[in-house]
């Protein structure tokens, strides 16, 4: 329960909040786990979204790239019809408050919480060398969406149980300080939680097999052509479910023609090659017009520039009444304009 003097908790407003790491070009499973369902939410409530730099640093060491990156995923959420006199797009590291409110997260959170997420256990097992910042992602995303009050997190799967261990941060401080931070909800649809690549395995910018967003129609049909299938013969009936084509395809059309190549698949004489060129066909026709915009955003990076730089004076308001607030309950100084 929230207590008597914190009552801007209680009557918490509906916020959505997202954010995609500017490590790579933004690519399908992108747009349909997170961009497509934080714009649907967008039209129903403020939403907060976010180009996640700072978490970039993990891997990225090329100043000149991650600038570039940054500029895709920008142009890549406007591409798609985000508004920005409506909806807040900002980079993360305009607002550096969120670092304060990691460090201060941190000292809330027990080690035996961050050892068991899996991006880190799965970095371990690998064999690869981890640095500190993949072992404190978790805490620093926990900031992202505790900064801004967010109440829903439209995310991919993988991210689920980063937002569940940002709740129980929030738990965590509000139960040392009292009710501070509002604890958000993921929102995972159930359709697109795991998009697969063109090698059937979850598509991601680290596993090489994305299918971009904004490529030329004829790359785009290669990259089709080289989904993985298995070797089910022509004449005879297939799975739809177990693939990858099938799994995209519907993402892009209605049910109705959705239910169509599924009973494709299971009658027989129907091959992968014929799913594959229905696939380009439909996902083509999707991304002409962003494709479009995409490309003139691009070439007049100026006009990001002063989106980004309008998002952040909005975001930074936001921030600097939460830090505020948390500075204040743990006992730190509260106004440091007088320093
Ligand atoms: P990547 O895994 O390629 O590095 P990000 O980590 O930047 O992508 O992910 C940004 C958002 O897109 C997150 O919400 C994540 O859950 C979602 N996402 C990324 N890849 C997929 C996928 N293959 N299926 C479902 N969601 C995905
Ligand atoms: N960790 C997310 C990813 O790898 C990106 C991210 C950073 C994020 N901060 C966030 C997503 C806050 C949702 C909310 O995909």
């Given at each position: 329960m929230s207590s008597p003097t914190k009552p801007g908790i209680e009557c918490k407003s509906a916020l959505s909040l997202t954010g995609i790491k500017p490590s790579g070009t933004p690519h399908v499973g992108n747009y349909l786990a997170a961009i497509q369902p934080a714009l649907a939410l967008a039209s129903?409530?403020?939403?907060?979204?976010?180009?996640?730099?700072?978490?970039?640093?993990?891997?990225?060491?090329?100043?000149?790239?991650?600038h570039r990156m940054k500029m895709e995923v920008a142009?890549?959420?406007?591409?798609?019809?985000?508004?920005?006199?409506?909806?807040?797009?900002f980079v993360q590291s305009d607002v550096p408050e969120v670092c304060e409110l990691s460090w201060i997260l941190g000292c809330v959170t027990g080690l035996g919480l961050l050892n068991r997420a899996h991006a880190y256990k799965d970095a371990i097992s690998r064999g690869r060398e981890v640095n500190a910042g993949t072992f404190f992602y978790p805490v620093l995303m926990a900031a992202d969406i505790l900064l801004y009050g967010?109440?829903?997190?439209?995310?991919?799967?993988?991210?689920?149980?980063?937002?569940?261990?940002?709740r129980d941060m929030a738990l965590a401080f509000n139960h040392h300080f009292g009710e501070t931070l509002v604890v958000p909800e993921p929102l995972i649809r159930d359709d697109v939680a795991t998009i697969p690549g063109t090698d059937g395995r979850k598509m991601s910018k680290s596993h090489g097999n994305?299918?971009?967003?904004?490529?030329?129609?004829?790359?785009?049909?290669?990259?089709?052509?080289?989904?993985?299938?298995?070797?089910?013969?022509?004449?005879?009936?297939?799975?739809?479910?177990?693939?990858?084509v099938f799994n995209l395809y519907r993402n892009f059309t209605s049910e109705e023609q959705a239910g169509?190549?599924?009973?494709?698949?299971?009658?027989?004489?129907?091959?992968?090659g014929h799913a594959?060129?229905?696939?380009?066909?439909?996902?083509?026709?999707?991304?002409?017009?962003?494709?479009?915009?995409?490309?003139?955003?691009?070439a007049t990076p100026q006009v990001l520039e002063d989106i980004l730089a309008e998002g952040a004076m909005r975001a930074r308001k936001v921030?600097?009444?939460?830090?505020?607030?948390?500075?204040e309950v743990t006992g730190?100084?509260?106004?440091l304009t007088s320093c």
């Open positions: 129903q409530m403020p939403g907060f979204y976010f180009i996640a730099d700072y978490h970039a640093l993990t891997t990225i060491r090329d100043a000149r790239l991650l142009a890549t959420w406007l591409a798609f019809g985000l508004d920005p006199r409506r909806t807040t797009l967010a109440t829903l997190v439209p995310v991919g799967r993988d991210q689920k149980q980063h937002v569940e261990m940002t994305v299918i971009p967003l904004f490529e030329s129609s004829g790359k785009l049909r290669k990259r089709i052509m080289r989904i993985v299938t298995d070797s089910t013969p022509m004449e005879q009936p297939k799975d739809p479910h177990s693939c990858a169509e190549m599924e009973a494709r698949y299971k009658a027989g004489g129907f091959g992968y594959k060129q229905e696939l380009f066909r439909v996902m083509d026709m999707f991304l002409a017009g962003p494709r479009e915009r995409y490309r003139e955003l691009m921030a600097r009444e939460t830090i505020f607030r948390v500075r730190l100084k509260k106004d």
